[in-house]
């Protein structure tokens, strides 16, 4: 199995590390400018393309890490051409457009798979499976957080253009849709509120989205591009008739470091500091490759990508308008 | 300083009563209560005269009254004291409505007497020293708050809490004027629209009312807030359950827990038996039997009750405007009948 990489930034990057833990082949990878692609190819001992219809010829499965208005354009072409895709999240920028994808990979009978790799953490796993085996009863309230500082990049920052990102709404807080939607099931209504809705020019953006799930259940989800770096913060409290389950990564993070500071430089996207035996992102990827292989299902499904595309974008409406957003009941998978 | 209180309905009396008797030149008259064998209780267990009606409590000529009794009735009461000419420290929220809320500052108002409304969160040693510090500058501008005031539900003997006419609402109206009110208090401007969701699905079974709650607030200049404001914490919940925030500025963000300040117990199921401080903003822990086993948690903040009630003394004493008043009492029940507005419409509701 030939793998395809589309964009060698941080997700890209990630993803051939894990892709090489599989036995697929990272057959190339595809950045811009072209040249970008040389050394991580090399790395990789895989061949740097210049045009996607280049990389889609090499491969059988293209894995898209592209930023986010590029998704909908390179996920139709690959399937149109009989590949597989992965798809980094959010799946599009737009619902149409998340639409379009699915039909695309339908009509060409190809995989799709939307990585959303929030439920690959073991924390959220963990909730989950609490949650389907009743141990808090029936979840009532719920509350995610995912708290961190403005995403940086080193030239042409397209996390910060909403354009193409989306913003806080869709591109942070697209995780917790996910979750919070995976918990408590489908969603009917969204209100959001965000800081750049009313003051464009904030240096940091923070975003509040209260859910009403079709079960009754009420999630609220805060994501957060507004503290000073290196914090990343991510926590839960999901609230039943019969208990509640509490995560807080800096309360649970294993390791506490007090050294005096030299010159530290914080990374450019702010990542969790549990580790563990095997990454989320390897677990991600290992299941995408045994789905390709055994046509099995994965544990979180392109029909799932796409509700969280629509939860997120009735956010952004909802932050726009200042409306709560009524959603039509959707059909979803998901395990 | 003559004192006394109308009703003990409210589990917030037995808190007072301590916090009064540890204040020199304080002589509390007595009680009355509507509820005469609760309010009998309430005397015995408090060595208190008991008196059988509001109006012989109120012809023993007290300079003020705290008013604790089931919130429908705090306008009634309220009317009294006032026609009485006597000063008035009355429990939150201020009354079960706007309509109730504003004839109770109008009568104060009117008979030139000291409405207080108990806002315990306005003496937090913690709340307060983060807006000492965002006023001066060093915390950056507000661009929003995320926040919680949560608890176990009130416990059977205090039933009211969860009755509708008596307490004017659910999990709302008992948790959300305390944050209204901070957040008011820190930003120096009043909500706009509020926006509101709630459910029933926590102790669906033993109640009418709204158990689980998220509502969201607008402030004039566009900075916006949430409470989750639900009873959702468990019998095994290790306290009554509390109110925290974390408040986001252009230059990051404070997280304020303002009943951190506790020892874990682990192991010792008598530990907590009657040594709950009067700081607690319920202690229903005691009233749970079931929620001894686990760990507990053993506040030793700075006592907030305590320092709200000597604010109300020392405003009488010097005859000025208490840091709480009425008026904040009534923006925050404004905001509290928004919310349950937005909850029947489904949209968000201009105040």
């Known amino acids: 199995m030939k793998i395809g990489i589309i964009g060698t930034g941080f997700m890209g990057t990630t993803h051939a590390g894990a892709w090489v833990k599989t036995g697929a082949n990272i057959a190339g990878f595809l950045a811009d400018p072209p040249s970008e692609a040389e050394p991580i190819a090399k790395r990789y001992g895989a061949k740097p393309y210049s045009t996607l219809a280049e990389l889609i010829q090499a ?30 999240k959010p799946l599009a920028l ?15 009978n190809v995989k799709l798979f939307v990585a959303h790799v929030v439920r690959y953490f073991p924390e959220y796993a963990l909730a989950a499976s609490q949650v389907r085996a009743g141990k808090i009863g029936k979840v009532a309230t719920a509350e995610y957080r995912r708290l961190s500082y403005r995403p ?62 079709a079960s009754g ?113 959707q059909k979803g998978g998901g395990r | 300083m003559k004192l006394a209180f109308m009703s003990a309905a409210h589990v917030h009396a037995d808190a007072y009563v301590s916090c009064l008797k540890s204040i020199p030149d304080v002589e509390i008259l007595g009680i009355a209560d509507h509820d005469a064998e609760r309010g009998k209780a309430f005397a015995s267990r408090y060595g208190l005269p008991f008196f059988e009606n509001y109006d012989a409590l ?35 929220p201020l009354a079960t409505n706007v309509k109730d809320a504003t004839a109770i500052v109008r009568a104060a108002r009117e008979a030139k007497i000291l409405l207080m409304t108990a806002f315990p969160m306005r003496f937090s040693v913690p709340v307060r020293g983060v807006r000492d ?72 079974h033993e109640v ?66 009657g040594s709950a401080p009067a700081t607690e903003d319920h202690d229903w822990s005691s009233a749970h039997g079931d929620g001894g086993s686990g760990p507990r948690w053993l506040y030793w903040g700075s006592d907030s009750n305590q320092m709200m009630i000597e604010e109300f003394i020392t405003a009488i004493h010097e005859r000025r405007t208490p840091l709480v008043t009425g008026e904040d009492g009534l923006h925050a029940v404004q905001i509290v009948e928004a919310a349950y507005r937005s909850i029947q419409a489904g949209r968000p509701i201009r105040i």
């Open chain 1, 94 to 108: 737009t619902v149409a457009q998340g639409e379009t994808i699915l039909e695309a990979c339908r009509e060409a």
């Open chain 2, 58 to 92: 109120l012809a023993q000529k007290p300079d003020g009254v705290l008013i604790t009794s089931e919130n429908s009735y705090h306008k009634a009461l309220s009317l009294k004291a006032a026609e009485a000419g006597v000063h008035i420290l009355c429990e939150k």
């Open chain 2, 208 to 273: 009418k009312i709204e158990t689980g709650a998220m509502v969201s607030l607008q402030f004039e200049s566009g900075v916006f807030a949430t409470i989750n404001c639900s009873w959702s914490r468990p019998s095994t919940w290790p306290s009554w359950g509390g109110l925290s925030f974390d408040l986001i500025t252009d230059r990051g963000a404070v997280h304020v827990d303002a009943f951190k300040q506790n020892l874990t117990v682990f192991g010792a199921p008598s530990a907590h038996q």
């Open chain 1, 59 to 88: 491969t059988d499965v293209v894995d898209i890490c592209s930023p986010t208005h590029l998704h909908a354009q390179m996920a139709t072409t690959a399937a149109k051409a009989g590949r597989h895709v992965v798809c980094e």
């Open chain 1, 217 to 329: 259940a009420l999630s609220h989800i805060s994501g957060a591009w507004a503290y000073p770096p290196p914090v990343f913060r991510t926590g839960f409290e999901i609230a039943g008739d019969g208990g509640l389950i509490r995560h807080d990564s800096e309360a649970e993070s294993p390791i506490e470091v007090s050294l005096r500071q030299g010159k530290g430089e914080a990374p450019d996207v702010g990542l969790p500091a549990s580790p563990l035996a095997e990454s989320p992102y390897d677990l991600e990827i290992a299941d995408f490759y045994r789905c390709l292989q055994k046509g099995t299902d994965p544990l979180v499904c392109a029909e799932d990508g796409l509700a969280a595309l629509k939860i997120a974008c009735a956010a952004m409406e909802s932050a726009r308008t200042g409306k709560a957003i009524t959603l039509l009941q």
């Open chain 2, 133 to 204: 510090e965002l006023l001066q500058g060093k915390l950056g501008n507000p661009l929003c708050f995320n926040a919680s005031n949560q608890g176990q539900l009130p416990p059977k003997d205090r039933a009211w809490f969860t009755d509708p006419v008596l307490a004017g609402g659910g999990a709302i109206i008992d948790h959300v004027v305390h944050l209204a009110d901070v957040m008011r208090w820190y930003l120096g401007m009043e909500v706009v629209e509020v926006y509101a969701a709630t459910n029933r699905i926590f102790h669906a």
């Open chain 1, 152 to 213: 940086k990049k080193p030239v042409g920052n397209w996390f910060l253009d909403e354009e193409k990102s989306g913003g806080i709404l869709l591109d942070l807080m697209i995780h917790d849709f996910d979750i919070a939607r995976w918990i408590a099931g489908e969603v009917v209504s969204v209100y959001a509120k965000k800081v750049s809705s009313f003051n464009k020019d904030s240096p940091s953006d923070y975003g509040q989205v209260i859910l009403i799930h």
